[in-house]
């Protein structure tokens, strides 16, 4: 983007490295950086407890600001200073705005008046939660609404996405579909968004689209919109998915690989090594999941596997009746997006079929470097805010 001449900005949360300088956002492509650099937070004190260690996390660029905002909740305060950006910005060059909000990531919390709009739910995690979505809901109208008044939105292409599925246990929801946020379940992976622009054919305006797409496929179709270059950063995973956007076309991508996660322990309790690699043959019992096409195979431990309705609908969790140590799950997402027909022992060829992808995949991945909570992180030793320690 910035190669193609575009001012950019992000506002909101990082957590993609920060033990480093070179990690941070204005060393990996931004003009400036506004929020806050690890996973979750108080939305209101801004600081970050973790495994006994406690600091403040908010910056404004490479300065830590978060006396100056104690007490502001951070989606409002995100969405003004994302609507101060758009107000301020040269209107002769291109603007890239990453607007990545806290809400609706734990802890559950939000001012007072959106709650009340939803008293009539009795549960008071998915009230608050629903309280936390509606303010989202405001500031992105603000935010949209700033890019009109300055007279940019006719030349603009506005996203809005989601990294996972919502977490159950914080007031979140995805039924129908299975699981939750951390499983491989289409309830867990399974993100929904919009795509709002004056640049879309007008045939797909309001339309579903449900072509496979992969968060990986953002990244060449902005650069492609951006009228850059892609050269440099090959071989990539991604895709430019703007014609299937745009136009309804079909998607180039044919195939997404969700996970594979050697660590993590399979539901026998084994720990998977890497010497496996060489054997020729996939270990089933590694987390894993794999879409090619309309299939999608699953090993390992998926995770939480109930279909968990809103409470508010009075419905029972329904819980799965597989026998223990199962670790090989098929199903066909177009036919059955709720994952209910465990189809792999009706298609044992479809199963084989996608080992072997799946073991070309593994084959090739990088191993897993997981060091050990490094104390030299301890806000305490960073002048009480977190932040990079080498």
């Keep these: 983007m910035k190669e193609s001449g575009y001012n950019t900005h992000i506002v909101g949360k990082w957590h993609l490295g920060m033990y480093k300088k070179p990690c941070l956002p204005t060393h990996r492509g931004f003009d400036t950086f506004f929020g806050y650099l690890t996973g979750s937070e108080d939305y209101y004190t801004h600081n970050r407890s973790y495994n006994g260690y406690k600091g403040m996390d908010f910056r404004d660029g490479m300065e830590t600001v978060e006396p100056n905002y104690n007490g502001q909740y951070s989606t409002i305060v995100f969405a003004n200073r ?111 968004g919009f795509v709002h622009s004056p640049l879309l054919n007008p045939s797909v305006v309001g339309t ?22 892609l050269n440099g950063t090959k071989p990539l995973d991604g895709y430019n998915q703007w014609n299937t956007i745009s136009q309804g076309d079909q998607s180039p991508r044919k195939e997404i690989l969700h996970n594979i996660d050697p660590l993590q322990p399979s539901p026998i309790g084994q720990n998977i090594e890497w010497d496996f690699v060489n054997s020729g043959s996939y270990n089933a019992s590694i987390r894993a999941a794999l879409r090619v096409g309309d299939w999608k ?71 897993v470097n997981y060091p050990k909570d490094d104390h030299r992180c301890n806000p305490k030793k960073l002048g009480g805010a977190w932040g990079p320690w080498e």
Excluded at 211 to 229: I, K, N, Q, S, Y
């Design 82 to 192: 994302a609507i101060d950006i758009i107000n301020n910005h040269d209107s002769n060059t291109p603007l890239f705005l990453y607007l990545p909000f806290q809400a609706v990531h734990a802890p559950l919390q939000v001012p007072e008046q959106y709650e009340q709009q939803y008293t009539h739910i009795k549960d008071k995690k998915r009230r608050i939660y629903a309280g936390m979505v509606s303010c989202m809901d405001e500031a992105v109208g603000n935010v949209t609404q700033a890019l009109k008044d300055k007279g940019l939105i006719d030349n603009t292409v506005v996203v809005f996405s989601t990294d996972n599925g919502g977490q159950v246990a914080e007031g979140g929801n995805n039924w129908p579909l299975r699981g939750w946020k951390g499983s491989l379940w289409e309830g867990g992976i399974h993100g929904v």
């Design 208 to 229: 579903v689209n449900r072509e496979l797409m992969h968060v990986t496929d953002w990244f060449p179709t902005f650069v492609h919109l951006a009228g850059g270059t």
């Design 297 to 367: 195979l699953i090993t390992g431990d998926p995770g939480n596997s109930s279909w968990v309705p809103p409470q508010e609908t009075g419905l029972p969790i329904v819980h799965p009746t597989d026998v223990t140590g199962k670790m090989i799950w098929l199903f066909n997402i177009a036919e059955d997006p709720n994952e209910h027909k465990d189809l792999s022992l009706f298609r044992p060829d479809k199963v084989n079929e996608l080992f072997d992808r799946m073991q070309e995949y593994f084959k090739t991945s990088v191993p």
